[in-house]
Each structure stands twice: as structure tokens, then as C-alpha cells.
């Protein structure tokens, strides 16, 4: 059993060393390399185009917040913002609940209703100016 142990313990043919030293870690390193450039720096980038994001946040900009309501920014504080998320209806919420910008649109849906309401409004009333002509 001694003479087991002692075989395999011998270098092979060629005498060289059994791989020990620099060459076992080459593969430790190449992982570390592989995962700093496919997951850490994207997570890193996107975390501070994030935080750029929430800086540079200004009343009025339409958002959406990770847990998904989405509202007009009406006040901001250092740490909290408050949403118009309806009519008459706000809310306050810290500034990293912020999940993105909405640019979907320029107008609210409230505005665009009043606007269309407004038009017809005109309208009817110029079909009453020719209809008494």
C-alpha cells in the first residue's frame, strides 16, 4: 500500500512538476475576469446611470416607480417626491422607488380628455352659429 501511495505521488515521465505553483490559478483568475466583465461592471453602470436618473429628477417629469404607479412629479424634497398619480390625488415616495422616466407622452391622459372635450365643445358651437344663419 506504501508503494501505491509513493507512485502517485511521483512527477511524470518527462520529470517535470505536477502542476502546482502560478498555473493552478489561471483558472481561478480567468473566471474572475469573465465575471467582472459580464456581471459586475453592466451592474454597475446601470446602477449609476440609475442614480444619475434620480438627480437629475424635476417637477413635472412624468415616471414610473418599481412597484409600477405611475405619475407626474409635483414636489421634490432631498430624500422624497410626491406623485400626482390622479386628479387631486398625491402621493409621497422616496426618491429611489423611482424606477424610470415615462416619455410616452407630453401631456397627461386628464389634459388630452379635457382638450378633446374642449374641441367638441367648439365644434358644437359653431354648427349652432350656421344653423341660426
Given at each position: 500500500m506504501?508503494?501505491?501511495?509513493?507512485a502517485?505521488?511521483?512527477?511524470g515521465?518527462a520529470?517535470?512538476?505536477a502542476?502546482?505553483?502560478?498555473?493552478?490559478?489561471?483558472?481561478?483568475i480567468?473566471?474572475f475576469?469573465?465575471?467582472?466583465?459580464?456581471?459586475?461592471?453592466?451592474q454597475?453602470?446601470?446602477a449609476?446611470?440609475?442614480?444619475n436618473?434620480?438627480n437629475?429628477?424635476?417637477k413635472?417629469?412624468r415616471?414610473?416607480?418599481?412597484?409600477g404607479?405611475?405619475g407626474?412629479?409635483?414636489?421634490?424634497g432631498?430624500?422624497?417626491?410626491?406623485?400626482?398619480?390622479a386628479?387631486d390625488?398625491?402621493?409621497?415616495i422616496n426618491?429611489?422607488?423611482?424606477?424610470?422616466?415615462?416619455?410616452k407622452?407630453?401631456?397627461?391622459?386628464?389634459?388630452k380628455?379635457?382638450?378633446?372635450?374642449k374641441?367638441?365643445?367648439?365644434e358644437?358651437?359653431?354648427?349652432?352659429d350656421?344653423?341660426?344663419?
Amino acid at each position: 500500500m506504501i508503494s501505491t501511495a509513493y507512485a502517485m505521488g511521483q512527477t511524470g515521465a518527462a520529470g517535470a512538476p505536477a502542476g502546482g505553483g502560478f498555473t493552478a490559478f489561471v483558472p481561478l483568475i480567468l473566471m474572475f475576469v469573465i465575471f467582472y466583465f459580464l456581471l459586475i461592471r453592466p451592474q454597475q453602470k446601470k446602477a449609476k446611470e440609475h442614480q444619475n436618473m434620480i438627480n437629475n429628477l424635476k417637477k413635472g417629469d412624468r415616471v414610473i416607480t418599481s412597484g409600477g404607479i405611475h405619475g407626474i412629479i409635483t414636489s421634490l424634497g432631498d430624500t422624497t417626491l410626491s406623485l400626482e398619480i390622479a386628479e387631486d390625488v398625491k402621493i409621497k415616495i422616496n426618491r429611489g422607488n423611482v424606477a424610470a422616466l415615462n416619455q410616452k407622452s407630453s401631456s397627461s391622459a386628464p389634459q388630452k380628455q379635457k382638450e378633446k372635450a374642449k374641441e367638441k365643445t367648439q365644434e358644437h358651437d359653431k354648427t349652432k352659429d350656421q344653423d341660426k344663419e
